[in-house]
């Protein structure tokens, strides 16, 4: 069982990016999957969500900008990053599991973690 985020590079703000999570011994669809990121000094937030169905959900600060998506047949999690600004700037982890409507942004709620892909925006 395994998760591999990619995708991440060193951007402009302004400019876009689209990190990918893709699973290997799972099926990502049995699953919610959740992007997190990690600034330096920071806790590791909840950025956002897609419901094993239907549903996505984003954190405050990334909504309007960031859209999550599933590709079922490439058992892949996007995150596509548009408008990035420099407080973007993270490692960003994607994680599959099984969180309750209220803890979805809860880290440990989720079983498997991809190994994280740093994402730069310089202004």
């Known amino acids: 069982v395994q998760l591999q985020a990619s995708g991440g590079g060193l951007v402009q703000a302004g400019e876009s990016v689209r990190l990918s999570c893709a699973a290997s011994?799972?099926?990502?669809?049995?699953?919610?999957i959740g992007w997190f990121r990690q600034a330096p000094g920071k806790e590791r937030e909840g950025v956002s969500y897609i419901r094993s169905g239907h549903g996505t959900y984003y954190t405050d600060s990334v909504k309007g900008r960031f859209t999550i998506s599933r590709d079922t047949a490439k058992n892949t999690v996007y995150l596509q990053m548009n408008s990035l600004r420099p407080e973007d700037t993270a490692v960003y982890y994607c994680?599959?599991?099984?969180?309750?409507?209220?803890?979805?942004?809860?880290?440990?709620?989720?079983?498997?973690w991809g190994q994280g892909t740093q994402v730069t925006v310089s202004s």
């Open positions: 011994g799972f099926r990502l669809g049995d699953y919610g």
């Open positions: 994680a599959a599991g099984r969180p309750v409507s209220r803890a979805r942004f809860t880290s440990s709620m989720y079983y498997y």
